[in-house]
């Protein structure tokens, strides 16, 4: 199965012609997963340090955090690509529907151990770090919940629904893209890999304005009425 970005240069020895498509993929995926951090953490102070919320996450810590989410990913991006551009490709197919450093990686003519290397580190630190960040968050928050009184658990509940649909969202498109990269997967129909390809790219920008906004009142009263017909 050859995609779109299938041709990613012109033969034996060429370099990949759209760093700007990883580029993008990458930051996209990379500012995501650090935004469901930071909301991880938001929700986290919010339900177990309530009296302390506003001193914790004051507006000058807000910006920190917005401008760490996208700086972060996009330097992150740039370091990756830069590693991947100088590689020397004995191919110039990929059987994915988008570019992404690992499949130009298994073209490389040359020895690829620095960028696998470089792939394990920053999965088993950065990686790591913000999966154990968003998993601490929802393991106090449960303690809340399940140490807390009814009305305690629905208010948890009801915040961090949203969130923990968005993460589980996210978490399957990652799964499958990382599964898809990494081993072979042709004994898989070819139209539910363009699917499953898809679904990573389109629906986490989809789904969270759809969840997040249907979980404000105003929001889902007007989508009621609008659906409904009625005024």
């Not at 935004?35 to 929700?43: E, K, P, V």
Request: overall charge positive; proline content about 5%.
């Amino acid at each position: 199965m050859t995609g779109p970005a299938g041709n990613v240069g012109r033969g034996r020895g060429s370099s990949p012609l759209p760093p700007e498509e990883i580029y993008c993929v990458y930051t996209y995926a990379h500012i995501e997963f650090c935004n469901l951090a930071i909301m991880s953490y938001d929700r986290y102070l919010a339900i177990c340090r309530p009296l302390q919320y506003h001193a914790l996450m004051t507006p000058s810590r807000t910006a920190r955090l917005v401008a760490l989410t996208w700086l972060f990913p996009l330097l992150e991006s740039v370091a990756g690509i830069l590693m991947t551009i100088s590689l020397q490709l004995c191919g110039n197919v990929i059987h994915k529907i988008y570019c992404h450093n690992y499949s130009i990686v298994k073209l490389a003519c040359a020895d690829t151990t620095a960028s696998n290397v470089g792939g394990i580190v920053y999965m088993f630190t950065i990686i790591l770090g913000i999966i154990i960040l968003i998993l601490y968050s929802y393991a106090e928050i449960l303690k809340v919940c399940f140490s807390g009184s009814k009305q305690t658990r629905q208010k948890a509940l009801s915040t961090c629904a949203p969130h923990l649909a968005s993460l589980i969202n996210f978490s399957f498109g990652c799964f499958f893209d990382l599964f898809q990269s990494r081993f072979d997967v042709s004994a898989v129909p070819e139209a539910l890999q363009v699917v499953l390809s898809l679904y990573f790219l389109t629906c986490q920008p989809l789904f969270n304005p759809l969840v997040h906004g249907l979980n404000l009142s105003k929001i889902r009263s007007f989508s009621k009425r609008l659906v409904l017909g009625t005024s």
